[in-house]
């Protein structure tokens, strides 16, 4: 089965700096896509970044980056030039690929703090 | 655009009472799906629907039941409401089951069951 794991209950940065929240996930499948959804007080699940496991290149969304490492099953986000509107819980997803139905496995989530 | 709208937003429970989360989409989705978040547990899925007529079970869905019968609404039905069913629930759509589509989620319900 695969897994999810997010390793980083709570972090906090600085406003205007970088931060890095980290995710690996477990699979056997080939075929599969990874996620950024960032959570804000109001609840709402918001899309922040996706990445085809099939492209090598790095998913990038304005301030929002990942490092995608296939071989070590890890998938993290960079947030640069954080703003307070930043802050919020972040989770990190996989969905198979090849067809499966749109069903996301998430991790446990990072609480990001965003200090003035 | 109204986009996937819940219904409560809260709702409190006394154990063993059943009631029904509503999730409407205007979008013309054919995927829905609900999910349950937990403290430390991040998201799970309770069931989902690839069209009207189509349902299916997810990860947890154990005491929920669902029923898809127009493309508009998901409501998910609690049988016998249980402490261990204190959750904030979440409705999802996308356009069909495609790996390729995003996911739209509601605001979420919190349900706690005394």
């Known amino acids: 089965a695969q897994t999810v794991t997010q390793s980083q209950p709570e972090m906090s940065v600085q406003e205007a700096e970088t931060v890095t929240l980290s995710c690996t996930y477990d699979?056997?499948?080939?075929?599969?896509?990874l996620f950024w959804y960032k959570q804000p007080p109001s609840r709402q699940m918001i899309l922040v970044i996706r990445?085809?496991?099939?492209?090598?290149q790095n998913a990038t969304e304005n301030r929002f980056s990942v490092n995608f490492q296939k071989a070590a099953k890890s998938f993290s986000l960079k947030i640069s030039d954080s703003q307070l509107g930043d802050a919020a819980m972040y989770f990190c997803?996989?969905?198979?690929?090849?067809?499966?139905?749109?069903?996301?496995?998430f991790g446990t989530g990072t609480l990001l703090a965003v200090q003035p | 655009n109204a986009g996937v709208t819940q219904t409560p937003k809260f709702q409190v429970l006394k154990t063993g009472q059943s009631m029904t989360l509503q999730c409407a989409q205007d979008?013309?989705?054919?995927?829905m799906s609900w999910y349950r978040q937990d403290p430390g547990m991040g998201l799970r899925l309770i069931h989902y629907?690839?069209?009207?007529?189509?349902?299916d079970q997810g990860e947890v869905p154990n005491g929920y039941n669902v029923s898809r019968s127009t493309t508009e609404d998901f409501p998910l039905r609690l049988l016998s409401a249980a402490p261990s069913q204190t959750s904030v629930y979440f409705c999802?759509?996308?356009?069909?089951?495609?790996?390729?589509?995003?996911?739209?989620f509601g605001s979420g319900t919190q349900l706690s069951v005394l």
């Open positions: 990445q085809e496991a099939y492209k090598q």
């Open positions: 979008m013309n989705h054919e995927y």
């Open positions: 629907s690839v069209g009207a007529g189509i349902t």
């Open positions: 999802a759509s996308s356009y069909d089951e495609s790996t390729n589509e995003k996911l739209f």
């Open positions: 997803a996989y969905r198979r690929g090849g067809g499966a139905t749109n069903k996301l496995i």
């Open positions: 699979t056997s499948e080939s075929d599969y896509y």
